[in-house]
C-alpha cells in the first residue's frame, strides 16, 4: 500500500524535491501552499510535478480531511514551512517581523501537525517531519528573530517525539542551512566571486548542499526503515552546525 505524505508550503524550500523522490519510491504526495489559492497555480505545480496533488484547503482541518477523503488515512505530514530571514540587530527588530517569522514558521506546523495527530493516533502509526533549520545551533548574529522561530520548532518536533511516541508516531526535525533554494540559497548568490568564496568560506564542505540530497534524507525518515528514530534534530548543513 502507497504512503499518504502531505507537504505544507509544497512549492516553497524543499518540498518539490522532497515531493519528487518520494512520488519516485511510490508515495501518494499532497501539498498545501498559500499560493493554491489559485486554480492556476495548482495546475501548474501539478503540471512540473507529475503524480503530486495541490490542495487548495489552506486550513489544517481541511487539507488533513482532503487527504483522507482520497486515501483513508495519513501516513506523513512533512511541516516544510518556510518564510524570509529577517536580517538585523536585535536592537532594531520589530514586533511584526517576530509575530510574522513566528506564524509562518512556529504556528503553522503546529496546527498542522495538531489537527494531523488524531488520525495518525487512530492509525497506531504515523510519521511528522520539521524541516527546519540548523540555525539555533551555530548561531548567526544579525538573525536573532529566524533563529528563535526554528529554535522553537526544533523544540517543539523533540517534544513531541516523546509525547508520541506511546502511539507509535515517530516525530524528528532536520536542521537545514546552506541547501540549495530560491527561498534561502539561490543559484544566482554564487554567481558574485566574493559572495560565493564568503558563503562557501562558511561551510566545512567548501560547497552547498544539493536539493536532492535533502530530499533524500527527508524520504528516508518519512519510510518505514526509519521507525526506530525519533526525538532527533538531524543537522544537514555541510558540516557548518558544528563548527567552531
Known sequence: MARSILITDIAHFVGGPSARTLLAEGASVYGVDASFTDAAARAAFEEKIPGARALAAQKPEEAIAAVLEVEGRLDVLINNDAWPAVRGPVDEATDKDMHETFEALVFKSFAMTRAAVPQMKKQKAGKVLFLSSAAPLNGIPNYSIYAAARGAANSLALTLAKELAPHNIQVNALGFNFIESPDYFP??????????????????????????????????????????????????????ATAR
Not at 568564496?197 to 518519512?222: M, Q, T, W, Y
Open 187 to 240: 543559484a544566482s548568490l554564487l554567481e558574485d566571486p566574493k559572495s560565493r568564496d564568503k558563503i562557501l568560506g562558511n561551510i566545512p564542505l567548501r560547497r552547498l548542499g544539493k536539493p536532492e540530497e535533502a530530499a533524500a534524507i527527508v524520504a528516508f525518515l518519512a519510510g518505514p526503515t526509519s521507525d526506530f528514530i525519533t526525538g532527533q534534530l538531524i543537522p544537514v548543513a555541510g558540516g557548518w
